[in-house]
């Protein structure tokens, strides 16, 4: 931090909060726009502040707050944001998600990305940003050696965005978080990522979420399990909507097995079977790092489900978040699973509803859910018990685990 500390001592050749404000109104005439309040207001803080923040600052213009709703920012604001600021002003978090910031706007940023010294977390879900704005950004990453932490979620970057981004992890050796889930990847993009991931150790967590894929043969699943067999630095790995069957659960739970870092593997929303599920529960008894598995909305049924208490309730001491919501499972599994629940005692959030939650499984999450010690707490599953004339319901609650 000694450069970080030379900075919060303000010489007198370095811009005071006054001449940012002022060269930020200066940007913004230049591209026709007004001032923003917000972060007019966000200068003022910092200004009033007796002691710098040796954390740096974080800037949160997220379009779907109510200060922005009705004026987010386009690629006018960005460019005046970005061509002003010094390359050496604290912001270490910029959040733009949810604004109208197209391919112009992400090629200021990526500008400002080359030469800017502490931003390390950048967030643009849901933008507009196309092909030609990832370039600008990859670009910036190539040069920049601060940010850990990329969000482009929802940006229709497409295969060649994809291909563009993986071979950028080749060079960028600080980037550890990186979300391109909703971005149209193609079977040929995912491929170039996991080939990538192969001897990359820096990245930690992935979303690769929802895909455009057009073949149901599995080859991108067999890939990234491939890869996560000598992956020694992911930690974290979504891969919801995938198309996952059977064979493709089969894989990954085969290759994790000689897996030792990755902790949190979200397959939700895929079409995972019990014979998929039951593969997965021989993973289990391996123990494995494994620490939170996300299964919902797949189709495991009560044959899955009891492969999986079986593990949980013989074998497996870390895995401590389970999602199995939504996947045809009867009283029968979900007993087994509560059965199993009582045996284990690191598994400590459970997500169960829209299952068929009849009297008898009702009845078996009530038992744990109450009492002095209740095994499982109320905020740590998606549903809590109510009785009606005598008889045992579960209602569904608010309650959720996410990535940490």
């Given at each position: 931090?000694?450069?970080?500390?030379?900075?919060?001592?303000?010489?007198?050749?370095?811009?005071?909060?006054?001449?940012?404000?002022?060269?930020?109104?200066?940007?913004?005439?230049?591209?026709?726009?007004?001032?923003?309040?917000?972060?007019?207001?966000?200068?003022?803080?910092?200004?009033?502040?007796?002691?710098?923040?040796?954390?740096?600052?974080?800037?949160?213009?997220?379009?779907?707050?109510?200060?922005l709703k009705f004026s987010r920012l386009d690629d006018k604001d960005i460019i005046a944001l970005s061509?002003?600021?010094?390359?050496?002003?604290?912001?270490?978090?910029?959040?733009?998600?949810?604004?109208?910031?197209?391919?112009?706007?992400?090629?200021?940023?990526?500008?400002?990305?080359?030469?800017?010294?502490?931003?390390?977390?950048?967030?643009?879900?849901?933008?507009?940003?196309?092909?030609?704005?990832?370039?600008?950004?990859?670009?910036?990453?190539?040069?920049?050696?601060?940010?850990?932490?990329?969000?482009?979620?929802?940006?229709?970057?497409?295969?060649?965005?994809?291909?563009?981004?993986s071979a950028t992890l080749q060079i960028n050796n600080t980037l550890s978080d990186l979300n391109v889930?909703?971005?149209?990847?193609?079977?040929?993009?995912?491929?170039?990522?996991?080939?990538?991931?192969?001897?990359?150790?820096?990245?930690?967590?992935?979303?690769?979420?929802?895909?455009?894929?057009?073949?149901?043969?599995?080859?991108?699943?067999?890939?990234?399990?491939?890869?996560?067999?000598?992956?020694?630095?992911?930690?974290?790995?979504?891969?919801?909507?995938?198309?996952?069957?059977?064979?493709?659960?089969?894989?990954?739970?085969?290759?994790?097995?000689?897996?030792?870092?990755?902790?949190?593997?979200?397959?939700?929303?895929?079409?995972?079977?019990?014979?998929?599920?039951?593969?997965?529960?021989?993973?289990?008894?391996?123990?494995?790092?494994?620490?939170?598995?996300?299964?919902?909305?797949?189709?495991?049924?009560?044959?899955?489900?009891?492969?999986?208490?079986?593990?949980?309730?013989?074998?497996?001491?870390?895995?401590?978040?389970?999602?199995?919501?939504?996947?045809?499972?009867?009283?029968?599994?979900?007993?087994?699973?509560?059965?199993?629940?009582?045996?284990?005692?690191?598994?400590?959030?459970?997500?169960?509803?829209?299952?068929?939650?009849?009297?008898?499984?009702?009845?078996?999450?009530?038992?744990?859910?109450?009492?002095?010690?209740?095994?499982?707490?109320?905020?740590?599953?998606d549903v809590t018990p109510y009785v009606v004339d005598g008889v045992t319901y579960l209602a569904e609650?608010?309650?959720?685990?996410?990535?940490?």
């Amino acid at each position: 931090y000694n450069e970080y500390k030379s900075y919060l001592r303000m010489s007198e050749d370095e811009k005071s909060i006054e001449q940012l404000i002022d060269a930020y109104k200066n940007g913004c005439s230049k591209v026709n726009k007004h001032p923003l309040q917000k972060i007019l207001h966000f200068f003022n803080t910092i200004e009033k502040e007796t002691e710098p923040s040796i954390d740096g600052y974080s800037l949160d213009l997220n379009g779907n707050q109510p200060q922005l709703k009705f004026s987010r920012l386009d690629d006018k604001d960005i460019i005046a944001l970005s061509a002003e600021l010094p390359e050496d002003f604290l912001i270490t978090d910029l959040d733009l998600s949810y604004n109208n910031i197209q391919d112009t706007g992400a090629l200021a940023l990526g500008k400002a990305l080359q030469t800017n010294k502490y931003l390390e977390s950048l967030s643009l879900i849901m933008c507009d940003i196309g092909f030609k704005g990832v370039e600008a950004i990859c670009t910036g990453l190539q040069m920049n050696d601060t940010i850990r932490k990329l969000n482009l979620k929802g940006n229709k970057i497409g295969r060649d965005g994809g291909i563009l981004l993986s071979a950028t992890l080749q060079i960028n050796n600080t980037l550890s978080d990186l979300n391109v889930a909703d971005t149209d990847q193609t079977n040929e993009s995912l491929i170039a990522l996991t080939t990538v991931l192969l001897d990359n150790v820096v990245i930690k967590k992935l979303d690769a979420s929802n895909p455009l894929l057009k073949s149901q043969q599995e080859e991108t699943t067999c890939h990234f399990a491939q890869m996560l067999k000598t992956n020694y630095s992911l930690t974290e790995l979504h891969l919801c909507k995938h198309g996952i069957k059977d064979f493709g659960a089969a894989q990954l739970a085969e290759c994790l097995t000689e897996n030792k870092t990755l902790m949190y593997l979200n397959l939700n929303c895929n079409s995972i079977a019990e014979d998929g599920a039951k593969a997965i529960g021989k993973l289990l008894k391996l123990n494995t790092p494994l620490k939170q598995l996300a299964l919902a909305s797949n189709r495991i049924g009560n044959n899955g489900i009891v492969a999986l208490s079986e593990a949980i309730a013989t074998s497996n001491c870390n895995l401590t978040s389970l999602w199995v919501n939504n996947n045809h499972v009867t009283e029968t599994g979900l007993c087994a699973l509560a059965s199993a629940l009582r045996t284990n005692i690191t598994l400590t959030n459970v997500y169960i509803w829209g299952n068929d939650l009849r009297n008898t499984a009702c009845n078996a999450f009530q038992l744990l859910m109450e009492g002095n010690k209740p095994r499982i707490l109320g905020h740590n599953t998606d549903v809590t018990p109510y009785v009606v004339d005598g008889v045992t319901y579960l209602a569904e609650t608010g309650h959720y685990l996410f990535s940490h």
